[in-house]
């Protein structure tokens, strides 16, 4: 994956993190999706750096970063987001996370709440069980002997070529087969094939993903947060977007027509339309101890579930 932005490190617990950060203002976080890294975002990086101080890791794992024996736990992850952006002298943020990421900021919001302005979850894991059989793959027995083999230099440029043409084709089953591409090429590294595996195992079993947001999506009625899917999606289904406005009443969702699980590289510009719609038109959580206690305390209980809030859909 080329890089169009300088890449700048920290270490941080004894482990190199990489990181992209342009623009100034109010700062947005971008977390990538599974065996992607920031690069994922280097379609609407540079318009949302107009308005935005753009913050774009690498998660540990993945790309740049260190690829140690680690905790890859979501909880894990959202500590170190808290942790880069202390060191980064950065107190507060918009998330937006995709598919994976979009787990790990639900868990910073939960986690952090004091340090979460909004939230944008963009075809997210974490809102329902099913999800491609090529990720439950991964927790199988084998899997790393397995791809050790189809990335060995012949085999894995053949794959390459092959996803990518079949990408090229146009069809809606297989418009995301170019980033399938990328993925697959880093797995040709054993430490980031390790570090997927433990990823994953820490979110999704052979019956699909086993962590959700469900049953904390009550405390998102103090943060404003807005869902955007790709209506083609064929990783994570689309319907998980109406699952997320049913549990988070206050959610608003965007289903973008003709887009995959990347809407965000298929249509960057309405892409970067709607988080600067949604940052100018919602205020800014304000965290307050009293009433985080009350909602726990509560559970939830007094939210029925609601009929969907808005589906918005852009032509």
Not at 161 to 181: C, H, I, M, Q
Not at 273 to 291: C, L, M
Request: with cysteine; net charge neutral.
């Amino acid at each position: 994956m080329a890089d169009r932005y300088d890449v700048q490190f920290v270490t941080i617990h004894g482990h190199r993190r990489a990181y992209v950060r342009a623009g100034s203002g109010p700062v947005v976080l971008l977390l990538h999706g599974l065996g992607c890294d920031h690069t994922t975002w280097d379609a609407v990086i540079e318009s949302l750096s107009r308005r935005y101080t753009v913050i774009a890791p690498d998660l540990l794992g993945h790309g740049q970063s260190d690829k140690p024996r680690a905790d890859y736990s979501v909880g894990g992850y959202a500590n170190g987001m808290r942790d880069l952006l202390t060191v980064l002298g950065i107190d507060k943020v918009t998330v937006i996370g995709h598919s994976f990421g979009g787990g790990v900021a639900m868990q910073f919001a939960y986690q952090f709440p004091e340090r979460t302005e909004r939230l944008m979850l963009v075809s997210s894991g974490g809102l329902g069980p099913e999800v491609t059989p090529a990720i439950r793959a991964i927790t199988t027995p084998g899997f790393h002997e397995v791809m050790g083999v189809l990335t060995l230099p012949g085999v894995r440029h053949l794959g390459i070529a092959g996803l990518r043409t079949l990408s090229a084709l146009g069809w809606k089953s297989t418009r995301d087969f170019d980033e399938v591409a990328e993925v697959f090429d880093t797995f040709k590294d054993p430490a980031a094939r390790h570090a997927i595996r433990h990823v994953v195992r820490a979110v999704v079993d052979w019956h699909g993903q086993i962590v959700t947001m469900v049953d904390r999506a009550y405390l998102t009625e103090e943060m404003p947060m807005w869902v955007v899917w790709g209506r083609d999606d064929r990783v994570i289904p689309v319907r998980h977007a109406s699952q997320a406005a049913r549990v988070a009443p206050n959610a608003r969702v965007e289903v973008i027509p003709d887009a995959g699980h990347f809407p965000h590289k298929d249509h960057p510009y309405r892409f970067s339309r709607i988080v600067h719609d949604f940052i100018r038109s919602t205020e800014p959580a304000k965290y307050s101890r009293a009433r985080f206690r009350a909602l726990l305390k509560d559970g939830g209980e007094s939210a029925a579930p609601v009929p969907l809030r808005a589906v918005a859909e852009i032509s």
